[in-house]
């Protein structure tokens, strides 16, 4: 069964050569989301996942700014959580907890509102997609400072030759498909 989702999910990705700057093989999500099934069996599998790691030990999913807004609140959804939203800077109304991070080209900020959570609540971080792992990081970074524990972070695609994994330090990482 998981094979065949997994396999459904694989599918719907798409691959677009020297996008957006020639060398970069762009990993498109959007065939997977326009078909519910494939967008089933990849909340599905992520739940599964979650659930055999960390039984009911989850407080909060945490979508990170703007991709992993659109697997958080459907796998918390699965889950029967509530999802947090980390936002680039500007994005949030009330009081914020923020951080600065380095990008490729540059830097960004992400921020949570400062009454997203509680001290010590465990939280798993989802994106779509992991590369340099610059941002994934940083939202770690952001709930630590709000003194969250940071179960794991789970996305849809890896790219393994990037090797973002090694940025998020300790914290366990899970993708459905990887790719180099």
Do not use: N, W
């Not at 697997?71 to 907890?97: D, H, M, N, Y």
């Not at 939202?139 to 789970?154: H, K, P, R, T």
Request: proline content about 6%; some cysteine; charged content about 25%.
């Amino acid at each position: 069964m998981e094979e065949a989702q997994l396999q459904l999910v694989a599918r719907r990705i798409r691959s677009f050569p020297d996008f957006p700057i020639p060398g970069v093989l762009f990993r498109d999500i959007s065939p997977l989301l326009k078909d519910p099934d494939s967008f089933r069996a990849s909340i599905s599998l992520l739940a599964s996942h979650l659930k055999k790691v960390h039984g009911g030990k989850i407080d909060y999913i945490a979508g990170v700014d703007s991709r992993g807004f659109l697997f958080g609140p459907s796998l918390a959804q699965e889950l029967g959580l509530g999802c947090l939203l980390i936002r680039k800077r500007g994005k949030l109304p009330g009081p914020t907890v923020s951080i600065s991070y380095a990008l490729e080209y540059g830097k960004a900020d992400l921020e949570i509102q400062k009454d997203a959570l509680e001290p010590g609540q465990r939280v798993v971080v989802v994106d779509d997609l992991l590369a340099t792992g610059g941002t994934l990081r940083a939202a770690c970074e952001l709930l630590g400072q709000m003194q969250a524990q940071v179960l794991e972070c789970v996305t849809l695609v890896e790219l393994t030759s990037l090797r973002g994994r090694e940025k998020l330090g300790a914290v366990p990482f899970f993708s459905l498909l990887q790719y180099d």
